[in-house]
């Protein structure tokens, strides 16, 4: 088998798995007890107009009409209309998804870019002050609640010291720039707006940093026992006794081989800090898919949920098949056959 | 340079003075002389030419903007109450921002329904009249006048001629008839407060400016419910019809109204921007106007708090503002926090048709047996006690005669001796929604108040859709149920007609299913009584019923928490419909 077959034997395996999570999904949010309807239709609202709701958005259907209902939609690129705004699900989720996928990739990016020197040094540095004080570092990343440290530094670099907003995706004077991707500071580099990118990355820079807190203890430890691992190994020794630079060693042979726990790590954080941004989004006000998931569960609004659902089914599901991948780069004894 | 919506609005201006008997010609001079704009000559052109011979007006030197000099007919209709034409302060227009936690979810005037939606809908749709002030007052924005027949059932409004849309054509009667028709046509949102009272064609265009109201029943409040009636331009609804839609998915986010802000920006979740029109046909404050506000979305406590020390927002709801930040804004210098009361009441509903709370000694056992003052405390003094099942704004309708029920632990263990269980001794539900702390901490003082005459309390949080269900049914319905009502329209009718009236029982409002043929008489007899006397008389019996009853216990109802800043000017707080942003202005 070579590796283009591998690839579409896992994009296909996929499928049953998308369809076990729509099942249970659909299942679970209409198993609850309430009325959406009667919730949608307003305080006072007459029975006739709470029966309309429910006609409105097939809720009177038997169960298997309505998932089979659903699953037409989804196939064909109606997923559904949230039954309290009334706005088509697929157009919510191209505003609030690619605001979350901007947070958490700058998080991510955040905690690997910092993260992964950290490590490096505080194996090389093991049991020495670098180590002790990177520990202290990590520990305090995985301890400390985002909610606390978002308002802290809410508190003291955006009101005590002026130096950052303390809320939103960009100025509400400049306005997001032209849209392309729906990344703000992709799309004001693809626009050329300036002074767009600067207002997007300083609102960017407190949330991003506080949601890669936990990640970045995560890839620092990661990175270091795996790095204390390969320290030791006879091919570093080799490496070295060629006279090979230190850095060349440390990254070439060392950090390659140490690499292999961190990028499952790093694939399986993403879709964790998808799911866990929504406490970061509510602090900070960035309008993303965590909170738009929050407030359409408390509102029993099924469409958004399991438009959601889906949306985070297919993300893990691409991360794994992207990580599984990726280790074949990263390591050439991996071979996919 | 001459936009679009200057040209429609020239075309629609040269239309309405065509009517008044003046000419093209005189037309055009009119706009010279009172437009005064370098950019007359191309209006003449994109309105097609003047009439030959025509004089093109020498080019001033300012941009041609009409105003309302110009717009304002020869008839001499006089300008509404607080309006003038331009504003005569020196106030240089500025945007302002408003923070709010709750987004705008959908604009469309007949199918969206909140506090957020309908502050943002009266800023780009007009109404026949508008609510203003505390206590609400009513005042004519589209009308001019209106009179009803004398059992309230018939009702003719006069339409102000001036009134245009933000397409330049001007707001006809048949506009009118047509909304009224969309909004029982698509009976969501504001529809339930028209539906028991008019139909899809109970409104019918009797000349261009002059609509008739032929309802189904006598109807009393209905000038109150009509500022819910937002008038949509019919021809632009009807240009965006899918599928016969009547625009329902175009105007979720776009608008087709002739209020005093169009839309600039819509960002879901984030913020939304609106951009004020200079020469709205009503006009403006005669201190200034805004240039436009952005309505942004700050959904925490603290980020609010932080957002308006940090200057970043002028205004915000409040309504998600804790009492810790509540405090904190109170001692900050250069803001101010609202101190009055709104129109929402806090009630622990009980059940009046199932278990120990159907009997009326144990229901007036519980309302003696709650400390109100406890409340009070709990909210840091930010709320009034009740005096009855109305807000303190509608008073008046309280019957003099009622005698609040107050914390007194004698009289609550005399009156559960008179009932049923003279000793206590059973288990009484209290549900409330899950992180409402205060809600939760009324429990608990119930829980220990209640524990001294031998009923145990089992707390239950709950999200609020399943609150909403469970208060369906008589079964299901929970014994003690905590409960925040707000109102759409300043009238005891909206309070006492959701909550006591038989009909509605099961709606969550109605979640003691209270059940009184005597009171329903009294309260469809109010309804149907146009003199204001005659209405205060009978929610005087009304109240004295629902007290000697002890349908709910009603605790308290608390203060506005709007907090605004020192900068901006012409804010009144008004406790119905969310906020409305033309008489804003922004200080230098």
């Known amino acids: ?337 | 340079m001459v936009d679009e919506r200057q040209v429609a609005l020239a075309k629609a201006l040269m239309t309405h003075f065509e009517t008044l008997g003046v000419s093209r010609r005189q037309f055009f001079k009119l706009l010279a002389k009172y437009g005064g704009g370098a950019s007359v000559g191309a209006l003449i052109a994109a309105c097609g030419g003047a009439e030959k011979g025509a004089e093109t007006p020498a080019a001033p030197a300012a941009e041609a903007t009409p105003t309302r000099a110009a717009a304002s007919p020869a008839a001499g209709a006089s300008p509404a109450a607080g309006a003038t034409p331009q504003p005569t302060g020196q106030v240089t227009p500025k945007v302002l921002v408003f923070g709010s936690g709750q987004d705008i979810s959908n604009l469309d005037p007949h199918v969206g329904h909140d506090y957020s939606i309908a502050s943002n809908q009266r800023s780009v749709y007009d109404t026949l009249v508008r609510y203003q002030g505390n206590p609400p007052e009513i005042e004519n924005v589209l009308a001019t006048q209106y009179e009803s027949n004398e059992d309230a059932s018939e009702w003719t409004f006069k339409l102000d001629p001036r009134a245009v849309f933000h397409d330049g054509t001007p707001v006809k009667a048949s506009d009118v008839v047509y909304s009224v028709g969309r909004l029982i046509r698509k009976n969501k949102g504001p529809a339930w407060m028209f539906v028991n009272v008019m139909g899809e064609n109970s409104a019918r265009a009797i000349d261009e400016h002059t609509v008739k109201f032929t309802l189904n029943t006598p109807f009393a409040p209905l000038p109150l419910i009509l500022p819910w009636l937002f008038i949509v331009n019919e021809k632009v609804v009807k240009e965006h019809d899918v599928n016969g839609d009547e625009g329902e998915a175009w105007l979720l986010d776009h608008e087709a109204g002739s209020g005093p802000f169009v839309i600039k920006r819509w960002q879901p979740g984030d913020s939304y921007e609106f951009e004020a029109l200079p020469d709205y046909w009503w006009g403006w404050p005669k201190e200034g106007r805004l240039a436009g506000y952005i309505w942004k979305i700050i959904r925490e406590s603290s980020s609010q708090r932080l957002a308006l020390l940090n200057g970043d927002v002028h205004i915000v709801a409040g309504l998600e503002l804790n009492a810790e930040d509540v405090q904190a804004l109170l001692n900050a210098p250069g803001f101010h926090v609202n101190n009055e009361p709104g129109l929402s009441v806090f009630a622990v509903k009980l059940n009046n048709q199932r278990g120990p709370t159907s009997d009326v000694n144990v229901r007036k056992a519980i309302s003696y047996a709650m400390d109100y003052e406890a409340v009070i405390e709990a909210l840091n003094g930010r709320a009034v006690l009740l005096e009855g099942p109305l807000p303190p704004p509608l008073k008046e309708y309280v019957s003099p005669n009622v005698k609040p029920y107050r914390h007194d632990m004698d009289k609550a263990r005399e009156y559960l001796a008179k009932s049923q269980y003279p000793n206590g001794g059973f288990e009484l539900e209290y549900v409330y929604v899950v992180g409402l702390d205060i809600e939760e901490q009324i429990g608990l003082i119930l829980l220990d108040k209640l524990s001294q005459l031998n009923i145990r309390v089992r707390m239950q949080s709950m999200v609020w859709p399943d609150m909403v269900a469970r208060a369906k049914t008589v079964e299901t319905a929970p014994d003690m149920m905590a409960v925040y009502s707000g109102t759409s329209y300043a009238d005891p009718d909206n309070f006492l007609w959701q909550a006591y009236h038989s009909s509605q029982a099961g709606f969550w409002a109605a979640a003691s299913h209270y059940k009184n043929p005597q009171l329903d008489k009294l309260l469809e007899a109010a309804r149907a009584a146009p003199s204001h006397d005659e209405r205060v008389r009978l929610y005087h019996q009304a109240t004295e019923i629902l007290v000697n009853d002890a349908v709910e216990v009603w605790v308290q109802s608390q203060l506005s928490n709007v907090v605004w800043s020192d900068k901006v000017g012409g804010y009144r707080y008004c406790p119905i419909m969310g906020y409305y942003l033309q008489p804003l202005w922004l200080k230098d």
């Open chain 1, 1 to 337: 088998m070579n590796f283009g077959l591998y690839l579409l034997q896992r994009l296909a395996l996929i499928v049953p798995v998308l369809f076990g999570l729509t099942l249970l999904t659909f299942t679970l949010s209409h198993i609850v007890p309430g009325d959406p309807a009667l919730l949608a239709a307003g305080p006072a609202a007459t029975p006739q107009m709470v029966e309309q709701i429910r006609q409105e958005f097939g809720l009177d259907d038997p169960l298997p009409i309505q998932y089979a209902n659903y699953l037409k939609g989804l196939v064909t690129g109606d997923w559904g209309r949230s039954i309290l705004s009334r706005r088509p699900v697929t157009a919510d989720l191209k505003v609030f998804w690619p605001a979350t996928l901007e947070l958490v990739l700058a998080a991510m990016a955040i905690a690997v870019a910092i993260g992964i020197p950290l490590g490096v040094i505080s194996a090389v540095a093991h049991d020495r002050w670098p180590d002790h004080a990177s520990r202290v570092f990590a520990l305090m990343g995985v301890s400390v609640p985002a909610f606390w440290l978002a308002l802290l530094l809410q508190w003291f670099i955006a009101l005590r010291i002026d130096f950052m907003p303390i809320g939103g995706r960009i100025d509400t004077q400049i306005g997001p720039p032209d849209h392309f991707t729906g990344l703000y500071v992709i799309d004001s580099i693809l626009a050329r707006d300036f002074t767009a990118l600067k207002s997007a990355l300083i609102h960017l820079a407190l949330p991003a940093f506080t949601l890669s807190m936990a990640p970045l203890a995560t890839v620092t430890r990661m990175t270091r026992s795996s790095m204390l691992d390969i320290l030791g190994q006879d091919y570093m020794r080799t490496a070295r006794a060629k006279g090979l630079a230190e850095r060349t060693v440390l990254l070439r042979h060392g950090l390659r081989n140490a690499f292999i726990p961190t990028l499952t790590m790093i694939g399986l954080s993403l879709g964790w800090l998808m799911g866990g941004s929504v406490l970061v989004e509510t602090i900070f006000d960035w309008p993303g898919i965590g909170l738009y998931a929050v407030k359409s569960a408390l509102t029993l609004d099924f469409m958004p949920i399991m438009g959601i659902t889906f949306v985070y089914g297919v993300v893990f599901s691409l991360i794994n098949l992207l990580v599984d991948v990726l280790y074949a780069f990263v390591d050439p004894r991996i071979r996919y056959t």
